[in-house]
């Protein structure tokens, strides 16, 4: 019985690190370091991340479209995104 909580946690653990395995795929090579803040979420679980105005300006110009993907994935994350 000792090995069935044992496979969900690792079932659980496999689910939740697909959707950031596959946004850190996306990421990597792009013009930004993005991946650095999904990366810092990932490892160190936040429930409220601070970001500078000037970062996301930054993030905005230079590659919408993974801004866009990195907050959706802090939303499915349940993260708040406070800009400073």
Request: hydrophobic share 45%.
């Amino acid at each position: 019985m000792a090995s069935t909580p044992v496979r969900r946690e690792l079932k659980l653990v496999t689910t939740i690190d697909e959707p950031t395995e596959n946004v850190i795929h996306q990421l990597r090579g792009g013009p930004t370091d993005l991946v650095q803040l999904v990366q810092a979420v990932r490892w160190c679980p936040l429930r409220i991340v601070v970001i500078p105005a000037e970062a996301v300006l930054h993030w905005r110009h230079e590659d919408p479209g993974a801004w866009r993907l990195v907050l959706e994935w802090l939303t499915v994350m349940d993260v708040e995104v406070n800009v400073r």
